[in-house]
């Protein structure tokens, strides 16, 4: 992927070089690398995005007994895509109280926050748009990024519904953060690098069953609740119930977005559905082997070795595994209350996560 994108990157490269009057050099280089990576993905993601939001619906329906989307299109498909044309047909409505900079601001720092995790994410082998050795790191920082957004709309909006719903995602994704980076640390450490790329490879034929297999099964002691941790805090990062406090309607109309309309307020809805599938894909490659197939056939000298499409089509099934258990668990548990998220994540989450970080290293030297 990166040698076919390659003449389009130094086509770029050459062109910003001329533009500021410089020579090329590794700057541009990296730059015009990281925009070509960017929009191969916006072009694959943003479709995987509003499939995601038909899926709920769906799903949803059938959980609560009807039909769901049914009118547009066949089965409901198009809906979607009308409600989008119908939200950039709205007034984009900026209240005369609001900060305007920092409200028309707010929706590209989510948008960006949430869609560019997609960049590290080793989708098969050889198919990844930035394959760096911090890997791990950059998505979380990514995570990070995307709260600067809501608290900014939180804050700009001058409602006090929006503010109230920016504090509680300030305290809750930060809060998260910690046990969510933790466990991530636990695949780090026992792989021995950063890269997505290498902590996929390291499980090798696994596949699913990576790490219980993997020397022996001892792995498994650290990793199965490493696991659990990294999926409850990627639900409380993304926003997801029952963690949907930033923006609980029933408690704060809207929360962060309450005084959004027309195409900003989509600029929040389809981040929201961006950043599940990323966790999703980011927590099958740490935990479930990524690309490999459970099996071992798609390990070192195994019948499909190296198959690109082989590796997609695991990395696909896993991530919408978990892409659907986390629409399930939003229309199965009720929404809980802030003190309750807060004594999860500090009184039962930390230290499980240390406890699991502590016996990954011990392994490690074993």
Request: charged fraction near 10%.
């Amino acid at each position: 992927m990166i040698a076919a994108a390659q003449p389009v990157s130094t086509a770029i490269a050459d062109f910003l070089a001329e533009l500021v009057g410089m020579p090329p050099n590794w700057f541009f280089s990296a730059i015009a690398m990281l925009l070509v990576a960017t929009g191969v993905l916006m072009l694959v993601v943003t479709p995987v995005g509003l499939g995601g939001v038909y899926i709920e619906r769906k799903f949803a329906g059938r959980m609560q007994n009807r039909r769901g989307p049914n009118r547009v299109g066949p089965y409901g498909l198009l809906q979607t895509l009308a409600d989008g044309v119908k939200l950039l047909a709205k007034e984009d409505i900026i209240a005369p109280s609001t900060d305007a900079p920092l409200f028309r601001l707010a929706p590209y720092v989510v948008f960006i926050g949430a869609f560019t995790g997609f960049v590290v994410l080793p989708y098969a082998p050889g198919i990844v748009a930035g394959p760096l050795d911090v890997g791990v790191l950059l998505f979380l920082a990514l995570i990070a990024f995307e709260t600067i957004g809501i608290v900014m709309a939180g804050w700009s909006s001058n409602n006090k519904w929006s503010l109230l719903g920016g504090m509680r995602e300030v305290a809750q994704v930060v809060s998260y953060e910690l046990p969510l980076g933790i466990a991530a640390m636990c695949p780090v450490i026992a792989a021995g690098t950063m890269s997505l790329n290498g902590i996929t490879d390291y499980q090798g034929g696994g596949g699913i069953f990576g790490w219980l297999i993997l020397r022996n099964g001892y792995w498994a002691v650290v990793m199965v609740p490493a696991f659990l941790i990294f999926y409850v805090s990627g639900l409380a990062a993304a926003k997801r119930a029952p963690f949907d406090l930033p923006e609980a309607e029933s408690e704060l109309v809207a929360g962060f977005h309450t005084e959004y309309s027309g195409m900003r307020f989509g600029m929040f809805f389809l981040p929201e559905y961006a950043l599940m599938l990323s966790i999703s894909g980011v927590t099958s490659v740490l935990f479930l082997g990524g690309y490999h197939d459970p099996f071992g056939l798609s390990g070192p000298g195994g019948t499909f070795h190296d198959v690109w499409w082989w590796g997609l089509l695991w990395f696909f099934l896993k991530t919408t595994f978990l892409f659907l258990s986390q629409i399930c668990l939003r229309w199965t548990l009720p929404r809980m209350r802030i003190d309750q998220v807060m004594y999860l994540c500090y009184k039962v989450l930390l230290p499980a996560s240390l406890a699991c970080l502590v016996g990954t290293a011990a392994l490690r030297l074993l």
